[in-house]
């Protein structure tokens, strides 16, 4: 969709008469920049969320596909000047996703192009340069006025957890009223992102990589960490006890992975049906490294994760002790677990797919070819256990349409209740559990929690050629 409305500004931008005035659209973006960069501290509802910033998305790039035009050359001269527009388009490339990842710990390039966006304005260039100075001048002037009235009644009026969002509300108005001063609004556009980037960086440690930023928070009582990425969290574990001592000792799993938890009873239960042991098990996604405590005595586990710096970060026992404590010598492959474990022995009890990108699990871990490749690594007896927990998505019949490609039975359970973080940080989960026999799932193919998903023939099976991500939102309206 991006790139739709990305393609679609040049149709609407490249032409003599504007559809729409940069008078208007100088307004819009203002506005919806001032509440975007409000979005950087303040979560907003996923549709409201997309809705804003794709609008936004669209308006930034039709001003500045207007000044392109505005300010082409000659006809003799056009292919330079489209020349240039692509070599424009490679740098912008190259910045976000090569420079951006390495320079910082979180996303700060999409508000600093945001703040960015603002100078290119139509009416930006039109003053000279004593009446810029004097205009951003002032509003500086009272962007500063505003941050240190903020502070200095924050102590006894405002709480510390809020005074980010109060000083980006009162900067966000400030930049809406001034919509038609750009010399003014640049500088307050600034001090924001300023402001939404010392906020942020005060709750929490950051690492990026690649695959996105990975959160290192604790809680409001100090008593847990958690690891989240983008807006989910994929592990925590408790540091502190009631009295502030800090936890020694085993650590207990929390959140998804807790024993009696979904995964945990899926596990415990194939456990049982063979024999009380499960011999070769493969976990597809490390996250905090919770699962290790799940391995029991005798049992040969491997973990399969994309990303370096997750194994990092589970590996630091100053972070999280789940693998230092309960595994410290499990292997763990880095790598596309479509292409590492591809390459492992066949033979396994168990393969546990726990792979997630903030909220959601790759689509490609969910296809017809992926779980022909889980069920080839699986023994006769095998069975695949799938954490599908989605706030936006429902793929419990997506999961069964694949499964029968393979002849599997699908069981699932839908956890209805989370444990309070005071007491344990248990949080509920979605979770599939496929066999070619619901016998060898053990006791969870007779609880009645676990529901078995009859497949819908007539939908057309995820492949590694076919997805359909709008199926999956309208499951989850109807769920």
């Known amino acids: 969709m991006p790139l739709a409305l990305f393609l679609v500004t040049f149709v609407l931008a490249f032409r003599d008469k504007a559809l729409v005035t940069p008078t208007m659209l100088g307004r819009l973006q203002v506005w919806g920049t001032a509440l975007a960069l409000m979005t950087a501290i303040a979560s907003v509802p996923l549709s409201l969320g997309l809705a804003l910033h794709l609008a936004l998305f669209f308006i930034n790039a039709m001003l500045c596909h207007g000044a392109l035009y505005r300010r082409r050359p000659a006809a003799t001269r056009l292919t330079e000047f489209y020349v240039c527009m692509s070599l424009g388009g490679v740098l912008g490339g190259i910045a976000c996703a090569l420079l951006a990842p390495q320079l910082f710990s979180r996303v700060l390039e999409y508000p600093m192009l945001l703040v960015a966006a603002l100078f290119c ?25 505003v941050v240190a009235a903020v502070a200095a009644a924050a102590g006894a009026l405002l709480p510390a957890d809020s005074i980010g969002f109060v000083l980006m509300a009162i900067l966000a108005v400030l930049m809406m009223a001034a919509w038609r001063a750009p010399h003014q609004v640049a500088p307050t556009a600034l001090a924001a992102f300023i402001v939404a980037v010392v906020a942020a960086g005060l709750n929490g440690e950051s690492v990026r990589s690649f695959f996105g930023v990975h959160k290192l928070t604790r809680t409001g009582d100090g008593r847990f960490l958690t690891l989240s990425h983008g807006t989910t969290i ?61 391995i029991a005595a005798g049992e040969n586990w491997r973990f399969f994760e994309i990303d370096r710096a997750v194994l990092r970060i ?7 002790r789940f693998l230092s404590e309960c595994a410290p010598d499990v292997p763990v492959r880095l790598g596309d677990a479509r292409i590492t474990l591809a390459g492992e022995p066949g033979g396994k009890a168990l393969i546990v797919l726990d792979a997630f990108s903030s909220d959601a699990i790759p689509a490609h871990l969910l296809t017809r070819e992926a779980i022909g490749l889980y069920l080839s690594k699986l023994d006769r007896d095998g069975v695949l256990v799938v954490n599908i927990s989605n706030r936006h998505l429902d ?85």
């Not at 009873?265 to 490390?286: E, K």
């Not at 589970?314 to 999280?320: E, Y």
């Not at 496929?434 to 609880?447: F, K, N, V, Y």
């Not at 099976?461 to 359909?468: E, H, I, R």
Request: glycine share 8%; charged share 25%; aromatic share 6%.
């Open 234 to 294: 994929h592990g925590a574990i408790r540091i502190a006890n009631d009295d502030g001592t800090a936890v020694a000792g085993r650590p207990e799993p929390t959140t998804y992975y807790t024993y009696e938890g979904a995964i945990g009873a899926a596990i415990a239960s194939v456990r049982q049906a063979r024999g009380g042991r499960l011999g070769s098990v493969a976990a597809i996604g490390l996250g905090a490294g919770s699962l290790a405590c799940h």
């Open 121 to 145: 304005r139509p009416a930006f260039f039109g003053a000279d340069a004593r009446a810029w100075i004097k205009e951003a001048g002032r509003a500086s002037l009272i962007c500063m006025i």
């Open 314 to 320: 589970a590996s630091d026992p100053g972070r999280f």
């Open 395 to 479: 793929l419990t019949r997506i999961l069964a349409r694949a499964a029968a490609e393979h002849g599997l039975a699908t069981y699932v359970v839908r956890e209805t209740a989370d444990e309070p973080t005071e007491r344990r940080f248990r949080a509920r989960a979605i979770v599939a559990a496929l066999a070619r026999e619901p016998a060898h799932l053990g006791a969870i193919a007779q609880d009645p929690a676990w529901q078995r998903v009859v497949p819908d023939m007539a939908r057309r099976p995820w492949t590694d050629d076919f997805s359909d991500i709008l199926q999956a939102i309208l499951d989850k309206q109807r769920s």
